[in-house]
């Protein structure tokens, strides 16, 4: 089974004024669309063809030197787009609530504090990659950036929020102005997912541990 390009949850102009349609036309149906494209070409006829990304992903430092670069970004560019669809959403943004809201609180000394310094992550990565909130194998919440396509996966860590800090996620309607867009992007943030995916994580990663 080849992997295939997932049709967006929602209109391309749903996320505006936060993301504008133009941007996400061609995010979504030229650049996630390309990584897609390019990760079938590199798996095909390969002993890895039928594998989940996330299964590449994680196994990265194993593969065949012929393939490894080509799952780091093209394998990360079509999984990292995934996870970014999805914890976006129209009318969304606010805060975290329940579980989630208070585990936040205690990780980061508040919300306020998680968005500052999470965005300060973003603001601040030199050139092409994302910043992300993770679940580690201690099931800790952690931030950081990767530069490119790279993927918490591959470090062992469960991604549960992310933002594609690319110029192209951002420059058609923002410029060089990447601060802006970090401050209207958590307007799309739909926490109810990222809170699910959360539970998630613990889950996936205790049976892991064998806890
Ligand atoms: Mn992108």
Same mark, same amino acid.
């Given at each position: 089974?080849?992997?295939?390009?997932?049709? *967006?949850?929602y209109?391309?102009?749903?996320?505006?004024?936060?993301? @504008?349609?133009?941007?996400?036309?061609?995010?979504?149906g030229?650049h996630?669309?390309?990584?897609?494209?390019? $990760?079938?070409?590199?798996?095909?006829?390969?002993?890895?063809?039928?594998?989940?990304?996330?299964? $590449? $992903?994680? !196994? *990265?430092?194993?593969?065949?030197?012929?393939? !490894?670069? @080509?799952?780091?970004?093209?394998?990360?560019?079509?999984?990292?787009?995934?996870?970014?669809? %999805?914890?976006?959403?129209?009318?969304?943004?606010?805060?975290? @609530?329940?579980?989630?809201?208070?585990?936040?609180?205690?990780?980061? /000394?508040?919300?306020?504090?998680?968005?500052?310094?999470?965005?300060? $992550?973003?603001?601040?990565?030199?050139?092409?990659?994302?910043?992300? *909130?993770?679940?580690d194998? !201690?099931?800790?919440? %952690?931030?950081?950036?990767?530069?490119?396509?790279?993927?918490?996966?591959?470090?062992?860590?469960?991604?549960?929020?992310?933002? /594609?800090?690319?110029?192209?996620?951002?420059?058609? !309607?923002?410029?060089?102005?990447?601060?802006?867009?970090?401050?209207?992007?958590?307007?799309?943030?739909?926490?109810?997912?990222?809170?699910?995916?959360?539970?998630?994580?613990?889950r /996936?990663?205790?049976?892991?541990?064998?806890?």
């Amino acid at each position: 089974m080849a992997f295939s390009l997932p049709a *967006l949850p929602y209109a391309y102009d749903a996320l505006a004024p936060a993301i @504008d349609e133009e941007t996400m036309r061609l995010h979504h149906g030229i650049h996630h669309a390309g990584y897609t494209n390019k $990760l079938n070409k590199a798996i095909m006829g390969t002993a890895y063809e039928g594998q989940k990304v996330d299964t $590449l $992903l994680k !196994q *990265l430092d194993s593969l065949p030197g012929n393939i !490894q670069a @080509d799952v780091q970004n093209f394998g990360g560019g079509y999984a990292n787009h995934c996870l970014f669809w %999805q914890i976006m959403g129209p009318d969304e943004g606010g805060t975290p @609530d329940g579980v989630f809201a208070d585990v936040i609180h205690d990780r980061f /000394d508040g919300f306020d504090d998680f968005k500052k310094e999470f965005q300060r $992550l973003a603001a601040t990565l030199f050139g092409a990659g994302w910043t992300w *909130l993770v679940v580690d194998p !201690q099931l800790e919440l %952690q931030v950081y950036s990767l530069p490119n396509q790279d993927s918490p996966l591959s470090l062992g860590d469960v991604p549960i929020l992310c933002v /594609d800090v690319w110029e192209h996620a951002y420059y058609k !309607q923002y410029g060089p102005n990447r601060a802006e867009y970090l401050s209207n992007w958590w307007d799309v943030v739909r926490w109810s997912e990222v809170s699910r995916l959360y539970e998630c994580a613990k889950r /996936d990663l205790s049976d892991l541990a064998g806890v």
